[in-house]
């Protein structure tokens, strides 16, 4: 059974840092992303990662996220730092299929991210 569950979220005060994961069994990938979606916009892709390390970042969160991930353990993870009202979103993984997106399995529940000014 194909699964991706992101975890991690939160409320956090402005400023403030959160770490999500995102935790794969049951596929093989070689590129994950991060997306997120706020009320009444669409789902953006924040960042994405390659097995081999190969990262690509939105321009918004240059410089204050950066995605990782564990291969042995098939989970992929997003360091928040500096978060900004404008964070606000649920956060979800999918694989994809470039480091420019391209979603390829069903969305997940994500996980929240709430961030207070």
């Known amino acids: 059974q194909v699964q991706l569950v992101e975890s991690g979220g939160g409320l956090v005060q402005a400023g403030g840092s959160l770490r999500l994961s995102c935790a794969a069994s049951?596929?093989?990938?070689?590129?994950m992303g991060w997306y997120r979606q706020a009320p009444g916009k669409q789902r953006e892709l924040v960042a994405a990662i390659t097995r081999g390390r190969n990262t690509n970042y939105a321009d918004s969160v240059k410089g204050r996220f950066t995605v990782s991930i564990d291969n042995p353990k098939n989970t992929v993870y997003l360091q928040m730092n500096a978060l900004k009202p404008e964070d606000t979103s649920v956060y979800y993984c999918n694989v994809v299929r470039s480091l420019t997106g391209g979603p390829i399995r069903a969305w997940g529940q994500g996980t929240q991210v709430t961030v207070s000014s």
């Open positions: 049951g596929i093989s990938f070689n590129t």
